[in-house]
């Protein structure tokens, strides 16, 4: 027990060993260590994020606040203007004013909606619904009339503005519309040269930054300008392309056609001097006709060129020493036979030389003179004219024809391409083929577009290279071969007063809707050049299933007469042949392009040219009024019916070109005021149809 109690006595004497005071100490440095680094790097984080939004942040927040305080509005830039070859603007851009408006600054937006709608014929509800869910820009309209904007002007409404934007114009109206074609609300080119060529002419975009503060008040604005667009100078001449428009107006009216193309090319270098299209359309307001009028017939229209592809045929022949002018062709009694397939003329002719088989138009002479070329080299002949293959023309949506390879040639494939058919053709295709025929053998590459300029750069194209296709000895002998074809054979109707013409006469069967040749539709056509010794203009006429008649030589050789004759003298060309009819002016009557009156298009437009009412298709003729006294008269040759002519003394140009009219005669206006002095005199008996000079005084 005792050793018990002296053990407790040991035990309860000892001391409690004390903590170690180093391990007390690291606990709290780590605690603290561990918050100081906890807030060192909650520090670093925030003053992070305050430089970041501070800077690197700032642009993309500085975008956002303009964003929400700017609307920027792109201006479309000044298109170039398009000039015809003697700079007359066949189209321009001209200052208009465009309507918008900032929402949240219209006091009453129903009433506003409602006002603006009656003056500028809109919806108003389509309006207000604009006005609700843009509020600081949206457009009421654009492109406004002079009297609309006037009419807006006066209303005084708050919250809408005015802003100055360009507007296209065509001055001629429907004169060369296919050429030109059109562009849409924005200056974008829509159609013709305006599409093909609108990365010249449309330039580069400016711009209006509207400002708007924290209750979106529009409070300032600023506006950058663009870069104008280039100016184009075409080929055409505006006279030519009036004349040629006029009379294949005249033309499909008169045999009540479906349509038509008449195409004048200078064939010594290929520059198309008009290109005219039925039917017609407006470009100023071009939404209000059918696309089937906007078509350019002249480039996109394929068709069976029919016997005026001859020229081909021949020409192969001749340049192959296959075939010569006077050699001796069976033609078979008007029959011949390809492949089980029996061809027949239209007349049964027997034998022809090659010369009458072009001026009779024997289907079965050409077969025959097509089947010794064989099929290769018939077919690089006509590759080599530029069948089958687009020209290269400037006007967009061209065709490249149809001329299948001779891989794909039936039994009667030659036979058939040999007098015009299984080929399709365009009308500028056809007419530059026979442009190199005129020219002495060379195909020069039709263009219509002469030179691009921007201020004072300017840029000519450069002088089109031709390339050598038949021979200058095989062209001057088709050359007479056409010329015999005018004054002897189909081509009766295109015989020229004072020059010499060469052509060919077509008359082609349409496709019908089941893929077999037509009985009741035919494509009239007549392709031609004068004077034939040294050729000044080549002109192609092709006229859309007539009705009345059908032939080339009724339809289209009068009118190609009748372009031909006011050409030659419109450019003063030389006559060469003289002798058979009455010449009285110099420079005799060219009917110029109708202008648009400007409030049309509400765009106010001076116009230098005086306009007279006259009894024609196209009413409010502007008449030349800088026409040269004729210097002499000679005397008639020829009979036929005569016409007294009437005196024009005291007599206003409007009477006269009425009178004119009345007694058919074709009036030369020079000056303007009243009647001073005439060439013939009053009382002259004239042949019908010949030209009066008139020099109007004041």
């Keep these: 027990m005792g050793r018990g109690g002296s053990s407790r006595s040991v035990m309860s ?22 918050l100081g680094v906890i807030m060192a790097v909650w520090m670093l984080g925030l003053i992070g994020r305050l430089y970041y939004l501070d800077v690197i942040d700032y642009v993309q927040l500085l975008g956002q606040a303009e964003r929400q305080q700017q609307r920027v509005v792109e201006v479309a830039p000044q298109r170039g203007a398009i000039y015809d070859r003697q700079m007359h603007a066949l189209a321009m851009t001209l200052p208009v004013d465009s309507v918008f408006a900032v929402p949240a600054e219209i006091a009453d937006p129903p009433d506003t909606a409602r006002r603006l709608a009656s003056v500028l014929r809109l919806d108003a509800k389509e309006l207000f619904g604009r006005f609700e869910a843009f509020r600081s820009f949206c457009w009421v309209k654009r492109k406004v009339t002079a009297d609309e904007a006037a009419e807006v002007k006066n209303l005084d409404l708050k919250g809408i503005y005015f802003q100055k934007e360009m507007k296209r114009f065509y001055p001629k109206g429907e004169l060369a519309a296919q050429v030109l074609g059109y562009v849409g609300m924005d200056d974008q080119g829509l159609a013709g040269l305006e599409y093909g060529m609108n990365s010249e002419v449309q330039g580069a975009p400016g711009h209006i930054v509207l400002s708007t503060d924290a209750h979106r008040q529009s409070y300032a604005s600023s506006e950058s300008v663009g870069l104008p667009g280039k100016s184009l100078v075409l080929t055409l001449d505006e006279n030519i392309q009036y004349t040629a428009e006029t009379i294949l107006d005249e033309t499909v009216r008169k045999w009540r056609a479906a349509g038509g193309t008449i195409v004048v090319q200078n064939p010594n270098t290929g520059e198309i001097l008009a290109l005219a299209s039925f039917p017609k359309f407006d470009p100023n307001v071009y939404s209000k006709f059918r696309p089937r009028e906007w078509k350019n017939r002249g480039v996109a229209w394929v068709y069976e060129p029919g016997s005026t592809f001859k020229l081909v045929t021949l020409a192969a022949a001749l340049e192959a020493g296959l075939a010569t002018p006077q050699e001796s062709v069976d033609c078979q009694q008007g029959r011949i036979v390809l492949a089980g397939h029996t061809i027949h003329d239209h007349k049964p002719f027997g034998a022809l030389t090659v010369e009458q088989v072009l001026v009779n138009s024997s289907d079965v002479g050409a077969i025959k003179i097509g089947l010794r070329l064989g099929q290769e080299r018939f077919y690089r002949t006509i590759r080599d004219f530029g069948f089958g293959q687009p020209t290269g023309i400037e006007l967009p949506g061209e065709e490249h024809g149809l001329l299948k390879p001779p891989s794909r040639w039936s039994g009667i494939s030659i036979g058939e391409i040999s007098m015009g058919q299984e080929i399709g053709v365009t009308a500028v295709q056809l007419l530059t083929a026979y442009s190199a025929v005129a020219n002495g053998g060379i195909l020069y590459p039709p263009r219509i577009v002469h ?17 050598r296709v038949v021979s200058v000895r095989t062209a001057e002998e088709m050359k007479g071969m056409l010329r015999q074809v005018v004054e002897q ?10 020059y010499t013409a060469g052509g060919k006469t077509g008359t082609a069967q349409k496709i019908d ?7 009741f539709h035919y494509v009239a056509s007549f392709v031609g050049f004068a004077p034939v010794r040294r050729p000044a203009i080549a002109i192609l006429v092709a006229i859309d299933s007539p009705v009345g008649a059908i032939y080339g030589q009724e339809v289209a050789a009068p009118a190609f007469r009748s372009v031909a004759e006011q050409t030659l003298n419109y450019l003063s060309v030389p006559q060469d042949n003289p002798t058979r009819w009455l010449q009285l002016a110099a420079q005799p009557p060219v009917r110029s392009p109708r202008q648009i009156r400007a409030g049309r298009a509400g765009i106010p437009l001076s116009v230098s040219e005086r306009t007279v009412a ?41 009477w006269a070109a009425e009178k004119c009219e009345t007694v058919g005669l074709e009036l030369v206006v020079a000056g303007s005021g009243l009647g001073h002095k005439q060439k013939p005199a009053a009382g002259a008996l004239v042949p019908a149809h010949s030209s009066v000079w008139v020099e109007f005084a004041r």
Excluded: M, W
């Design 614 to 654: 006259a009894a024609s298709p196209v009413q409010n003729v502007a008449l030349r009024s800088a026409v040269r006294e004729p210097d002499r008269a000679t005397e008639l040759v020829s009979g036929g019916p005569l016409v007294a002519v009437p005196d024009f003394s005291g007599q206003a140009v409007r």
């Design 489 to 498: 054979g189909t081509g009766k109707h295109a015989r020229l007063d004072g």
């Design 513 to 519: 809707p089941g893929g077999h040749y037509s009985h």
């Design 13 to 34: 004497s000892r001391k409690p060993r004390p903590r170690s005071v180093k391990g007390a100490g690291l606990g709290g440095v780590n605690r603290a260590l561990t």
């Design 451 to 467: 030179e691009v300029f921007r201020g004072e750069t300017h840029e000519t194209a450069p002088p089109i290279q031709g390339r």
